[in-house]
Every structure is written in C-alpha cells, then in structure tokens.
C-alpha cells in the first residue's frame, strides 16, 4: 500500500479501532458515517491495510470509477467489476470493454491477485460462470513447461479465444511455426510464447502495434475470453429448454394472431440453438444460460474472510429496484412483440435474490445519517476547501495546522507541483519532510510531509489529529497521473495498407493493373516468389518482391471505375507525362509558399518567463509524453526568427488544446496579441470557458467575438483589441472581416482548418502573414499530411490517450424502435444527454415526430446545417445548457463541440456515412469519466456495400483512442481521396492513383527547387539460391506481403539487422531461402549505393555492372585491385565493371563474400 503513514494514522484512531474491534468479534453489519468524496478511499484502503480484502459496490458507474480512481493512489491491486447492458438483442455487434474488465476482476478475485474490487450494484445482477470453471478454462504458461503448442491452442480455443492470422486485440492469438501470440484479456499487452518441441522456449510482452517484443517474462495467466462458457452436454441441454420454451411461446403469439412474429421468432432462436449445438454460441449465452448453462453470482468468487462495503446502501438497493424494472419492461415489450421467450424473464437476479447474497456475509455502511441501531460509527471528518492557487493562504493554513499538533500530509500530485510547494513552505519557516509515497516510519504531531501522491480531495480528521491536502485543494485541480504503457519503438505513420488479392495496384513503370497473389515460380531450379499482377488483355507481370517498392495500391475515388493499363506500349508513360506536367502549376503554388515562408522575418519570442513556468504547473494532469515533445516543439519554434506554421494533429481529448492555450500564453507574454479561429459559434464559447478558466489566476485578458455578444459589446471589443487591452480573441469567421483590427498580433490558432470554406481560408491566409500559426486538427486530409511529411509544413503528432477517458462501448445493429428507445432511457436515467444523428436534412423533421412518438418523455432539440446561423446557435446552447435531452441532427456535431453530459451516440443509417465521419461522431461521446455508448445502425434487411462493411468494421476495430490516423488513412483507403485538391487535380490523381500523385508533386518540386531528384538504381541480381518466405514458415498472404515489403525496404546495415530481428522475433527462426532473401535485399541496397547495375553470378565468377555515372572513385577500384591481386579484373568500357574469382563453394558462401567485397568498396570509397 501507499501513503502507509497517513493509513496508520487512520487506524490509530478510536472511530476506527472499533468498527475493526465490531468486525473481528464476528458482526455481521456495522455503519459508519462522515466518510464522503475521497474519505471512503482512505478508510477502505486503512482497512484492506489490515489484511481484510474488500468488495465496494456502488450505487452507480460514475461512483465506482470515481472511487476507483482514489484507490489506485494506494495499491495496484484493485480491479473493476462493470455492468453489462441486459438487452435481449441476438443480432447487436458490440465491444467487449465491460465483459473483459469483469473477466479481469474475476480472475483477480479467484486467484487472491486483488486487495480491492469496486463493483456497481448492477454488475452483481448478471450471472457468471462458477469459480471452478473459470480455473478449468484458465491458462497458465511458464517458461521451461512441456504444455505442446497444439494444447495451448485448443485451451485457448474453449476458453472463446479467436484465431486470426495476426493477433491485433484482446481475446486473439495467432500461430506461425512454433510461436505463438495471444492478447489475453484484461490484459494490456499480448504476449508472444515460442516453442522448442513441446516446451515454451521462451514468453515476451509484445506491442500489438509494431508486432515486435518489448520484454521478456517468465510466466503469463489467460483467463477465458467470456464470462459465460458451456460444456458440449450442456449445448444439448439449452436447446432442449429452448425448443420446449418456444414452442409455448409461439403457441401465445399465435394465438394473438401474429403469425408472421411467431415465424420470425422460430427462425432466430433455429438461428442460435445451431450455433449453440456447434459450439460457437458462447455469444448468446448471456441471453439463453437459463435454459441449461450452469451458472452462480459474483459473490462465490470471493473468499471467506472477504468483507462488503456498500456506499450508500438505500441508494443502491433503489438503484437494483430501478435496474431490475428497467429490464422487465424491456422484456414484457418484447415478449409482446414476439421477440422473446418466456423464461427470458430470468435473464439476471432480481432485487430479493440479491439481497439474500448480500446477507451471506459481513457488511459495512457507508451512509450519510445514521440509524441508531448501536452498530453506528461517525468519523468527523471534513473536506479542506480549496486555495484557488493563492499559496500564501496554502502555507499560512499548513502552519496553523501545524500549530495545532496535526500531522499534515500535501499530496502535491506531481514532482513539479512538490518542488513549487516546498519552496512556498520554506518562506513560512517550514521544512516539510519528503516522502516518496511508500515510506515506512511514523510521523509526529507537527510535521509537515510532502509527497507527489494524489486524490480528489484532501480533508481534515481531527479524532486523528491528522490532516491531507490534494493538489486539487490547493491550486484548484489536481494533476493526474498517466499509466505507464509497454511499447516498442514508435514507428512512422504507416502509409502502405493491406494488399490482397484482386486489389487494383500502379507500377510506377507499367501502370495499373489488378494484383492476383503471390505466385512460387522455379526458374533454372532456383525457387522465387513473385507478385502476379494482370494487365489489359491478359498479360501478365511476375515481379521480383526485392521489387515490391515499385507498386502501391492504388487509391482513386469510391464507385469510380477503374481503367486497367496495358502492359508495354507508350499509353502509361504519355499518362504519367500529362499528369507531371498537370501538377507543376500546384508545386509551383505550393514552392512559393514554402520559399516565402523560409524567407519571412517574423517575431521570435523569448524564452519562458517564471510566470510560464508557473501557468504551465497549473495544469491539471500530468502531461503525456507525446504533450510535452509537442509543447516544446512548438515553443521552439516560436522562439525563431522564421513565423512558425506547425499543424499540431491529434485525437479528440488528447490535449491539442492544452498546447495551444500554452503557446498563446508565451505570445501573451511577449506583450502579443492571439487570435484563435474556430469553425462554430459553441465552439468559440467552450474555447472561450476553457481559455478564461485556465487563465484566471493570470492577469491576461481572453474575450470573445461571436453571436453570442450585442452589437454593442462587439463594438466595444473590437476598440479594446485595437487598443490592446484584450490579449486573447476567439471567434468564428467574424475574425476575420476588415473591421477586427489587432494592435499587435503574434500567433494564429485555427482549430480544424479544413471546416472553412476557400473564401475564409484566402482570408487566413492574409492574415498569417508574418505571424506564428498553430493549426489544430484531429484527422488531416491526405493532402495535409503529405505536405507535412514532405516538409512543408511543421506536424507535431498527439498519440498518447489520454486518462481517465474510456473506449466508447460501440455496438453495429440492425435499426429498432425498442432499441432506440431503451439506449435513450438509459442515458437519460443516468441524467445524461444523447446525440441522435439523422444525416438527411429533408426527413429530420419526420424523424423527430417518430422519435417523440417513440420517447415522448424526452425532449428534443433539432439542428442541422441549413438552419440560419441565429437559430442553430440558439439550439445548441439550449442543448449545451440541458434544454433538450435529445438532440436530433446532422453530422453538424463531428465539428469538435465538447459536451461531457453527452454519452450516448444513435446514428441512423450509418452505412452512408464516411469513416472519418464516423469517427468524428464517436469522438463526440466519452468526453468525461462516465462509460458512453455509440450505436451505428442500419435499416432491417439492407444489403449493404461491400464498401460501407468494411467502414462498420473499421469503426469496430479501431476503438482504442489515438486512431485518428489509422482513420484517416483506412477512410483514404475506402472511399478514395475524395476532392481534397480542387476538381482538375482530382481528376488527375484518379488517373495515377493517390500515392504516385504524391511522388510526382514531390519530384516536381524538388525539379523546380533545383534539388537532386534521387535516381534509384534497379539492380539485378542473379545469383543461384532460393530466396522466397515458405508456406510452411508464413502461411498468411497478406502477412507475407508486408514481410516481402519489410525486406526490400532494407537499405542500411542497420535495417538489415532490424528487419532480420523483427522476422526471428515474430515468426521464429527464418529457415535458409529466407536467410537468403534478407541477405539478397541488403547486397541490392549496397549496390544500389555504389551506382551498380547488375551483379550475376556464373560458377565461381562474380561479374559486376556499373551505371555510366556511379559514384565510385578511380583509386578505389586500384584499392581493391591491389587487395585482390589475381582475382579482381577490371573492365574499363563504356559500361564498366570487373569479374571476381572466388573460392567459395556454395552459392551461400558466394552472398556473403560479395556482400563484405561490396562493403570494402563503400569503405575505400569514403577515404
């Protein structure tokens, strides 16, 4: 435990000591009050302190992960319990967040791995499966154990685990050879078993990302994928109740005259009973376990000397009552409707069931008033208030604490925060001893400790003589820490997606053509692989994978035809020509404006002031590493002379922000003025909040110019700011009229760039105009990510999540009224707000009358784009303000509004929409600690695109934050580039597809600046060896594709060895053609520096080719010939080269002599 000095202090006092006394003398139920916010944290982590292992259940989700979040301050060993959703919905595609935290704290719980469980009363009310199946379908793997993988494979495979050709989430594994990759879950990370025979060889934590190791370890536990899992004579037995329970079911509907329910209904349940007799019905067990599945409540998982903590125990049983109603009038509706049987109804525990639980076992209180009943125990403890930053105050309370005999302990919340209060406590006289959280002695009456621990809040006990200040009490918001995560190296942002068999794909040289798969080919009896690519009429072009860099898939538009190329002639080269020749006037514009801005003289700005430093510890979370690579970035970049233009992209909530509040206020404090430009109305006002709210304790004056202010008050703005009384000015496009004049402007702040039309976007550009410019964007348009990429433009990229945010619960399913209607009553009974997105302006108004005939106890806000701006604004702010609890609209919302009372998403057809749009939506929801749901629907027996599948499914995939570039990328992927460069470009870029556009406008460029444009040479290489990635070693096409592209992306011994490392770390061991082919990849990258052209082997004769112009040196070939002397002939031609003669015998032996002759040549070379 941490913080055990201030633990003691709790168990030393009198309240305290007699509810243990109470509990120890074997009383089954005492209460205890005085102990809200923070305090419940302290007295439950006191007691778990000695030895007591404990089950919190709270009333409600937000309570428990609020109290969660204390007591992870105190020990890593607590674990949530969530609720699930009871809805009787077979066909709902849904994350499995909530399921797998539960599996987690299950395990924890099962095999003595939790000091703490937080559980909510309705996460008690779910069945599970009994404790000793859920060890019988666990999995325990220790380095040196003689388990064979196949047995590994098949527990994995009862335990629910997937298998996929690569392990990319919780609940997968995958197999090549003999390793093996799972991502248990619960887990963080996934780890990679490699086997010898039948012994695990070796055990490592893997980044799913990278695919690469990261650590190894020397055992690893997999619980069961699902918390509900049946034995085969139990299958049987669920479709016996099934059929028995149906056919009285259908009886009813029947008789009510619904036939045509009565048949839908045998034709779901014929649907699950088959998957249920196969195996494969784990899924619905949640909704079918009562008619066969052996199944217990939450409690047998617990221990004997477990104790019960209830936090407001009237709360939570009326929460139980609430929950159980909620699910029986789901039910009765759908038991009407002919969606559900009968014995349904039993789906979860009701209120009496769970109270006969909760009786079994010792139970403490927590509770507001107390009821007298002699069991009764009051802490009188109070909150401390808070200081507001005012640190005079601060030390001068600490003192008359101090004074007064307390103990007090400052939980500063960060190292930065403790170095500030320790100086401020010097200046009292008061030397605080320092504590790093775990100490282990006893502190006085009188001291004073310092510590960089953080809660909440902090609070006085005075039966304790104690007293604990958070850093939110103290500077009015506390600092959160960050988890620490295992990652491999962080990669570039991967442009290349998944190549697959009949994917369209542009030769540089030959053009389009369709790619049909990897073809094995044995040529002279030497085995290769090539990539098969089929041209117009049928020809066909086996290329070498050592030349796999010269295609890409191609990426046009969606629902564009695609014209096929024919292989040889002067068509593609005449296309290639005219499209070069298209984009020199865009490389034109685009070099002008690189050039101008490299040769601006802009404002640099000073080093950080103390009062920056100050405005900087002030923020209330600890920084992600990401956050602070691009605050420093950034500030660097002011401080040049050159006007800084950096695009700063990252996820919603990831802290874009924070970077940018801190850059205004360095410009602030260089006496300039800010501008920061905003796409909405609402958002100018939460930037606006957010700005004053962080600022206040500084004397910097944020104002801002929208709707939202009279005429009046405008014109009294825009005196003041010509004035420069007003530091900061946020706004809409008003911004940017003739009117609003700046008496001194340092930095721009345009926060998504792309949401202004081109009018608007002329006039930013007037007005960056020697200025400083920090663009803000969540998911860039291709064209603005190559822009950066090539360098003309500065990107800091945000891609560490952020805390205290979870994945958006994202559920795909069929359009239904009883749906629709219960994921809005559920948010609203949490108090919350919904976004229900209905992307077709010209039936919104009918969709509101069905929603109000569907919910009409809720009220709903409509808004869409073509409302006039007055009215718009009116209805978001009523719905900001919680007017409306619904708000019914167009895709208006993706436009970054931050509503934190917003957790619940409902999109109507989504299969229309783009991918980034979807994203976008997501994003809009989980915007604070609360768990949020995001349901994408589409109409009932819709068939939908091949296209808008894979959109569904990526949205699915990518439910992690920090996806906005996979986003971006995979939506470029789908639906094409779209119009991101004005129609003729367009049309241009669908001609050569998107990656070779790119490549041109980058040669193009780099032409009209006058710089060299890398020639790359094409070796040939002959040699007499196999080099291809076996079958039998890499199984997975698509895996071997990226391997091939992996491979012949080497191009310095440093690759060499990284690729080589990654290969044996992923797939084992890399047999002989394999060996072969990385060594074959690096001699090509070798000559493809020296300007060599061909290098053939002929028995023991090495003859090499040079280019006309390669870069070697007349000395170096004397050199070598010297060192060669008798074996190395030189051939001074028109095309020049030499021939060597080796001894080497095997044609293995003669790869690794050219490799090091070709590295002495490099070597004398440089000389």
């Keep these: 435990m941490n913080f055990k000095y201030i633990l003691r202090r709790i168990q030393q006092s009198p309240p305290f000591n007699q509810a243990v006394l109470e509990l120890s003398g074997g009383e089954k139920r005492i209460d205890l ?16 302190d000695k030895g007591y292992p404990i089950v919190v259940v709270c009333s409600s989700d937000a309570n428990a992960r609020e109290l969660l979040e204390d007591l992870k301050g105190f020990t890593g060993r607590v674990f949530y319990y969530p609720s699930l959703q009871p809805v009787l919905y077979n066909d709902m595609v849904h994350s499995m967040e909530a399921e797998w935290e539960r599996i987690a704290a299950l395990g924890a719980l099962t095999f003595g791995d939790a000091d703490i469980a937080v559980a909510t009363v309705e996460a008690l009310m779910f069945p599970v499966m009994p404790p000793e199946r859920y060890k019988e379908y666990t999995l325990h793997v220790e380095v040196g154990q003689r388990p064979g993988m196949e047995e590994v494979i098949k527990g994995l495979t009862l335990a629910g685990y997937e298998r996929e050709d690569m392990t990319e989430g919780p609940g997968q594994f995958s197999a090549r050879g003999g390793i093996l990759d799972v991502f248990p879950v619960g887990a963080s990370f996934s780890y990679r078993m490699e086997f010898f025979g039948d012994e695990v060889e070796s055990i490592r934590i893997m980044d799913t990302h990278s695919q690469r190791s990261v650590e190894r370890v020397d055992s690893v536990r997999i619980p069961p994928c699902r918390e509900l899992i049946m034995l085969p004579e139990e299958g049987k037995n669920i479709a016996r109740g099934m059929d028995a329970d149906l056919k009285e079911t259908v009886k009813a509907i029947r008789a009510s005259g619904q036939r045509d329910r009565a048949a839908e ?14 195996g494969a019905g784990s899924r619905f067990l949640g909704n079918y376990h009562m008619y066969g599945c052996r199944t217990t409540d939450f409690f047998e998982y617990l221990g004997e000397n477990h104790l019960l903590v209830l936090d407001n125990p009237v709360r939570i049983f009326e929460e139980a009552e609430k929950f159980h109603t909620d699910f029986l009038n789901h039910y009765s509706d759908r038991l009407e409707r002919g969606a559900a049987l009968h014995r349904q109804r039993h789906r979860i525990f009701d209120p009496a069931q769970l109270e006969v639980m909760l009786e079994k076992r010792p139970v403490v209180g927590i509770t507001d008033i107390l009821k007298g009943r002699g069991r009764d125990f009051h802490f009188s403890t109070r909150s401390m208030g808070t200081f507001h930053g005012k640190l005079p105050l601060f030390t001068k309370e600490v003192a008359r604490l101090r004074r007064e005999g307390y103990l007090v302990c400052v939980l500063a919340g960060s190292t930065s925060r403790q170095e500030i209060l320790e100086q401020e406590l010097k200046k009292e006289d008061i030397f605080p001893a320092v504590a790093g959280g775990i100490t282990g002695r006893d502190f006085m009456d ?16 005075p039966q304790a003589k104690l007293a604990v200040f958070s850093d939110r009490d103290i500077f009015g918001a506390s600092k959160k820490r960050l988890k620490p995560s295992k990652k491999a190296k962080k990669q570039g942002i991967e442009i290349f997606t998944e190549l697959s068999p009949g994917d369209y794909v542009v030769h540089e040289n030959l053009g389009i053509g369709i790619y049909r798969g990897i073809r094995e080919l044995k040529v002279e009896g030497i085995k290769r692989d090539y990539l098969q690519i089929e041209y117009r009429g049928g020809d066909m072009l086996y290329l070498p994978t050592y030349q796999s860099h010269l295609i ?7 629902g564009k035809k695609v014209r096929v190329n024919k292989m040889g002639g002067r068509e593609w080269a005449k296309t290639k020509a005219g499209v070069k020749k298209a984009i020199e006037g865009m490389a034109r514009e685009l070099l002008q404006l690189y050039a101008a801005r490299e040769a601006a003289e802009g404002y640099a700005f000073s080093p950080d002031t103390i009062w920056q430093k100050q405005f900087d510890d002030l923020f209330p979370y600890e920084e992600t590493p990401d956050q602070l690579r691009c605050i420093e970035e950034t500030k660097r970049d002011m401080e040049r002379k050159r006007p800084m233009d950096r695009l700063l992209c990252g996820d919603v909530g990831y802290g874009k922000t924070e970077v940018a509040m801190r850059a205004a206020f360095k410009a602030v404090m260089d006496g300039k003025q800010v501008a920061m430009l905003v796409p909405t109305t609402i958002l100018a006002q939460q930037h606006y909040n957010t700005f004053r709210q962080r600022m206040e304790q500084f004397p910097v004056n944020v104002e801002m110019i929208s709707r939202f202010r009279t005429a009046g008050r405008q014109q009294e703005i825009l005196r003041l700011l ?6 900061i000015l946020i706004g809409t496009h008003r911004l940017l009229q003739p009117d609003v004049q700046f008496k001194d402007l340092g930095l721009l702040i345009v926060d998504e760039e792309q949401r202004f039309g081109v009018l608007h976007k002329e006039a930013i550009k007037k007005l960056k105009e020697n200025i400083d410019v920090l663009t803000l964007t969540a998911t860039p348009t291709p064209r603005t990510l190559h822009m950066s990429m090539a360098g003309m433009r500065d990107m800091s990229i945000l891609l560490d999540p952020p805390r205290d945010r979870y994945p958006v619960e994202t559920y795909i399913v069929e359009q239904s009224d009883r749906l629709i209607r219960d994921a809005i009553l559920r948010e609203l009974g949490r108090n919350g707000q919904v976004y229900f997105v209905h992307n077709r302006i010209n039936s919104i108004e009918k969709m509101a009358r069905e929603l109000k005939a569907l919910v009409p106890e809720a009220s709903i806000g409509i808004a869409h784009g073509r409302m006039d701006e007055g009215t718009l604004e009116k209805v978001m702010v009523d719905f900001y303000e919680g007017k409306y609890d619904i708000l019914l609209c167009t895709t208006i919302i993706e436009n970054g509004l931050d509503m934190p009372n917003v957790n619940t998403l409902i999109v109507t057809d989504s299969d229309r ?18 768990l949020a749901y995001a349901y994408f629907t589409y109409r009932k027996d819709k068939v939908l695109t091949e296209a808008a599948e894979k959109r569904l499914k990526a949205i699915k995939e990518f439910t992690e934050f920090g996806a906005g570039f996979k986003i971006a990328l995979r939506d470029l992927e789908i639906r094409g580039a779209g119009n991101i460069l004005g129609p003729e470009q367009h049309g241009h870029m669908i001609t050569v597809g998107y990656d070779l556009y790119c490549k041109l406008l980058d040669q193009t460029v780099k032409e009209l600046n006058g710089l060299p444009v890398e020639k790359r040479v094409e070796t040939q290489l002959d040699f007499k060896v196999d080099a291809y990635i076996p079958d039998s070693y890499i199984g997975d096409e698509k895996q071997k594709v990226e391997i091939y592209r992996r491979i012949a992306s080497i191009e310095t011994d440093v690759d060499y060895s990284d690729v080589t490392e990654e290969i044996k770390d992923r797939f084992g061991d890399p047999p002989l053609p394999v060996v072969n082919l990385l060594l074959l990849s690096y001699i090509k990258s070798l000559c493809q520096g020296l300007g060599i052209a061909a290098v053939e082997q ?37 095309t020049p080269g030499f021939t060597f003669k080796t001894d080497a015998a095997d044609p293995r032996r003669m790869l690794l002599v050219i490799k090091s002759l070709l590295e002495k040549i490099i070597c004398f070379n440089k000389d």
């Design 265 to 278: 209904l045998e034709g779901e349940v014929s649907r699950v009973k088959e998957a249920i007799l196969t």
């Design 1098 to 1134: 002929r028995g023991n004769l090495i003859k090499v080719q040079f280019t006309e112009d390669a870069p070697v040196k007349p000395r170096t070939i004397a050199e070598l010939m010297s060192g060669y002397p008798g074996k190395l002939k030189f051939r001074a031609t028109a």
């Design 722 to 727: 010509k004035e420069g009384n007003i530091d």
């Design 446 to 461: 009188g001291e004073v400790v310092l510590d960089t621990g953080a809660v909440r809040e902090g609070f006085l006990f």
């Design 913 to 930: 929409l783009g991918l980034s749009q979807m994203y976008q939506l997501k994003g809009r929801v989980g915007r604070s600690n609360r």
């Design 552 to 558: 890409q898939k191609y990426v046009g538009a969606e």
């Design 33 to 48: 009050s005085g102990l809200s916010g923070s305090r419940r944290a302290f007295w439950t982590a006191a007691l778990a």
